[in-house]
């Protein structure tokens, strides 16, 4: 599978963001999902995952009541709406898939999309 992470830009800090994750050459039903970010000169982290039925997520505390995850398997997409952004979510972020049940961690990624930029003004 191949993904593609889009709709990045440049928002003020309380605005919202949606990304979406587009996937190819075979369905996602078997993955788990992540969405991950790298700051500059940090290490990328793991922001949000959902497993492979939509029915469970893990999600990061500092974006606890303000991001919210989604999987769409039918066409093959997972969307990161973001919600009153911060600052310091400016970022490249980018969406992963695995087939590990250790979804929550970033080592366990097979798949890496190329990723979007963030950017929050304050």
């Known amino acids: 599978v191949q993904l593609q992470a889009s709709g990045g830009g440049l928002v003020q800090a309380g605005d919202s963001l949606r990304l979406s994750c587009a996937a190819s050459?075979?369905?996602?039903?078997?993955?788990?999902m992540g969405w991950f970010r790298q700051a500059p000169g940090k290490e990328r982290e793991i922001v949000m995952s959902?497993?492979?039925?939509?029915?469970?997520?893990y999600y990061v505390d500092s974006v606890k009541g303000r991001f919210t995850m989604s999987r769409d398997n039918a066409n093959n997409r997972m969307y990161l709406q973001m919600n009153n952004m911060l600052p310091e979510g400016t970022a490249i972020y980018y969406c992963?898939?695995?087939?590990?049940?250790?979804?929550?961690?970033?080592?366990?990624?097979?798949?890496w999309g190329q990723g979007t930029q963030v950017t929050v003004s304050s």
């Open positions: 992963a898939a695995t087939t590990s049940v250790l979804y929550s961690s970033r080592d366990h990624y097979q798949v």
């Open positions: 050459g075979r369905t996602i039903r078997p993955y788990h």
């Open positions: 959902i497993n492979r039925s939509g029915a469970s997520r």
